[in-house]
């Protein structure tokens, strides 16, 4: 299977059903592929070798994921946030490409062919062509999407997904036609993301419409919610942080026709899962857990575990609420140890997984899965005795003070409780005497007292005093990826060299 083939799927399985953008306005499954095929012979005009796609989101994006399939080449989603050198060193990397951007700056490289604003990019797709070059038909081992990892703790690697990994995904995640006719997601996670593509084909292969939202913001979401009658959402943690914020302002309006609420890409504090459950009682809650390696997500805490978790008395029953769920049952979860044998439950060492949407495959390096398909994660984390799966975090990212290994998460969690705490992130600071000191810092909420010595105190307090922070800095805001993953590396540049 490619691409293309959900793509007919759901423009002859779904009749007159909008697929993409308002119920009045927008395109059914048929008129999104006859515009993706339109697109097609556009692209390939130019020989292109990939399309190159930087914007923010909206239509333009889902018609150029299957055009490029449809002409039988790769799709970039750039970050347009990246820096320009950043921007330039990705597109040169492309071979002949085409470019969908408003963005001129990058329009002068060698290798660009040709650039089409998003406009632009919409006209083409919507004209009605005399002739129409008949759609390439990629092999399911043809790549159909490259991706730049995030590059939190490195510089960003070019992940390669295959069309056999992303429809793999969604054949092991949703039912073809399974959405009532009233269903509709709203899409707010930029197109770069795994998330974005993954919502995109999972949703159309669902029947369920497909709305964008272009410019986020918390009060934008819930009206554009409201309008649309929307159904259905994903969000990564620093949306749902803004949105339970604005919803607890007096007079918010709380969304009635929410059905499901998905969030994930980056760990959420049980603080703000608290107050949202509280706030949206009638909103079935799932955390997915995936890595663009793996073609999203791979582990899902479902509605019922937040319901259970939340009412249980029980503590491991309770604390699974911290918990990124139970794997999907089209992928294996291992926990390895630093001799890459099994570990048993409770026991934290590397996640490795396995499955058809596991690609775990970069330009830069090709493979990266062992032999039996396996990959490693570079997250560590444990099972419970019931498969519930527990990210602590990122190796890279673990401090390691005194000969000690101390998980950055854990500290967070803590301080995330003090009231006074909006916003935390620890790492480790080189020290030669200790290997790490460990660093903490903290956005504090408007006007909140809290000193230094406050936190130190609420941390001892709670963990033993060898993870309790050398040091605490004050900042208005973290640096996250629009993802949000926190940028651990840019905060060490808040520390002074000599320290």
């Known amino acids: 299977m490619n691409l293309l083939t959900l793509l007919d799927m759901v423009a002859e399985g779904h009749g007159e059903r909008v697929a993409l953008g308002s119920d009045s306005a927008g395109l059914t499954g048929a008129r999104l592929r006859d515009q993706a095929y339109t697109g097609a012979s556009f692209v390939r005009t130019y020989d292109v070798e990939t399309v190159v796609f930087m914007g923010e989101n909206g239509p333009a994006f889902p018609l150029a994921l299957f055009a490029a399939a449809a002409a039988g080449v790769p799709l970039l989603p750039l970050n347009y946030r990246l820096a320009p050198e950043q921007l330039h060193a990705a597109v040169a990397r492309q071979g002949r490409t085409l470019l969908i951007t408003d963005d001129a700056a990058l329009s ?36 159909a999407v490259l991706l730049l990892t995030s590059g939190t ?12 990994h992303l429809t793999a995904y969604v054949l092991g995640s949703v039912e073809f036609g399974g959405s009532d006719p009233d269903e509709a997601v709203i899409v707010s996670v930029p197109p770069y993301h795994i998330a974005a593509i993954a919502n995109l084909l999972s949703n159309l292969y669902s029947g369920r419409r497909v709305v964008y939202l272009e410019h986020f913001t918390a009060a934008g979401w819930l009206g554009a919610v409201t309008a649309q009658r929307v159904t259905h959402a994903m969000l990564v943690p620093t949306m749902l942080t803004r949105i339970v914020d604005e919803l607890e302002r007096p007079g918010a309006p709380v969304p009635t026709t929410l059905r499901s ?14 107050r949202a459950l509280t706030l949206l ?9 995936g890595l663009t390696e793996t073609s999203s997500s791979v582990a899902v805490l479902g509605p019922d ?9 029980d503590p491991a029953v309770r604390a699974r609420l ?24 409770g026991s934290v060492g590397m996640i490795y997984v396995k499955g058809a949407q596991v690609a775990g495959e970069y330009r830069e390096t090709g493979p990266v899965t062992d032999a039996d398909g396996w990959f490693a994660t570079r997250d560590e984390g444990h ?29 967070e969690a803590v ?31 408007p006007d909140a007292p809290a000193t230094e010595d406050d936190l130190r105190a609420f941390v001892r307090s709670r963990l033993r005093s060898s993870k309790t922070p050398d040091e605490i800095r004050f900042l208005d805001e973290l640096p996250h990826t629009p993802t949000g993953k926190i940028l651990r590396r840019e905060l060490l540049a808040y520390v002074p060299q000599s320290a």
């Open 305 to 313: 575990d937040h319901r259970q978790a939340l009412s249980s008395t």
């Open 153 to 164: 703790t490195a510089a960003p690697k070019s992940a390669v997904l295959r069309h056999r």
């Open 383 to 411: 099972l419970d005795a019931g498969g519930y799966l527990f990210v602590r975090g990122r190796a890279d990212d673990t401090i390691i003070r005194g000969g000690e290994n101390i998980a950055p998460a854990e500290i």
């Open 281 to 289: 009682p009638h909103t079935g809650f799932v955390n997915a857990y």
């Open 415 to 445: 301080l995330q409780r003090h009231p006074d705490v909006r916003d935390v992130a620890v790492v480790g600071i080189a020290d030669e005497e200790w290997g790490h000191r460990i660093g903490a810092f903290v956005v504090l909420k």
């Open 261 to 274: 609420l998905s969030y994930g890409g980056a760990r959420l504090p049980l603080t703000v899962l608290e």
């Open 108 to 143: 002068g490289l060698d290798n660009v062919v040709r650039t089409v604003g998003l406009r632009e990019w919409l006209a083409v797709c919507a004209a009605r062509p005399q002739t129409l070059a008949a759609p390439a038909q990629p092999d399911a081992d043809d790549v």
């Open 322 to 345: 911290g918990s990124v769920g139970c794997p999907l049952p089209s992928v294996d979860i291992e926990i390895r140890d630093a001799s890459g044998r099994p570990c048993p439950p």
